[in-house]
Nanobody
């Protein structure tokens, strides 16, 4: 099973930016997509953004479109999430997830490996 390690979380004022990274521990030739999910206190884990590993096609939740950008580096097996114009409601633990099966749905069950998460806090 692939190991995923997130980094880059922190505290930022509203309107600020953060860049999250996810590093995969093994070759990802069997991976279809990587994604970011987030979970705020007392809420369900929700989809944020995903990117297909081969073609680099991005997908975004409506709540982050135009503010967040997801990219991947096949050579270094890393994925990043550039978060701009952060809002207090973006506060959550952000998790990196890996999907092996081909498909364009982004539910929790579609992703079989997860990182430990990194905390992002947007202050007002």
């Amino acid at each position: 099973q692939a190991q995923l390690v997130e980094s880059g979380g922190g505290l930022v004022q509203a309107g600020g930016s953060l860049r999250l990274s996810c590093a995969a521990s093994e070759r990802t030739r069997d991976v279809f997509a990587l994604a970011w999910f987030r979970q705020a206190p007392g809420k369900e884990r929700e989809f944020v953004a995903a990117i297909t590993w081969s073609g680099g096609t991005p997908f975004y939740a409506d709540s982050v479109k135009g503010r967040f950008t997801i990219t991947r580096d096949n050579t270094n097996m890393t994925m990043t999430l550039q978060m701009n114009s952060l809002r207090p409601e973006d506060t959550a633990i952000y998790y990196c997830g890996l999907r092996r099966s081909r498909g364009y749905t982004f539910g929790l069950r579609d992703f079989t490996s997860w990182g430990q998460g990194t905390q992002v806090t947007g202050s007002s």
